[in-house]
């Protein structure tokens, strides 16, 4: 059975940072694993990608430069490093993990088969 936990979430200023984890079990690690999130009255977005086997990461235009998607292989987690946030960047962030080995990690949330519960996130002005 697949689970993914997210945790890291929280408060804080803009121009402030956070750490995201996301700690996997039962799945193939070496898969595409991902980062999206989803305001109040929004669609869901893809935040970063990445795939574990090359370490090639895969992010959105809003969040380029400002975040960084990284991956513990021997721990089987993910992160989410988000610095420099804006209050736009406030929402419920989710971890993801594609089913198939495939060696492009999208942002779409199509691609992803597994969930985590979520995180929130909420930056102030």
């Known amino acids: 059975q697949v689970q993914l936990v997210e945790s890291g979430g929280g408060s804080v200023q803009a121009g402030g940072s956070l750490r995201l984890s996301c700690a996997g079990s039962?799945?193939?690690?070496?898969?595409?694993m991902g980062w999206f999130r989803q305001a109040p009255g929004k669609e869901r977005e893809g935040v970063a990608g990445i795939n574990p086997r090359t370490g090639r990461t895969y992010y959105a235009d809003s969040v380029k430069g400002r975040f960084t998607i990284s991956t513990d292989n021997a721990k089987n987690t993910v992160y989410l490093q988000m610095n420099s946030l804006k209050p736009e960047d406030t929402a419920m962030y989710y971890c993801?993990?594609?089913?198939?080995?495939?060696?492009?990690?999208?942002?779409?949330?199509?691609?992803?088969?597994?969930w985590g519960q979520g995180t929130q996130v909420t930056v102030s002005s």
């Open positions: 993801a993990a594609d089913g198939r080995l495939n060696n492009y990690c999208s942002t779409q949330t199509s691609q992803y088969n597994y």
């Open positions: 039962g799945i193939i690690y070496d898969n595409c």
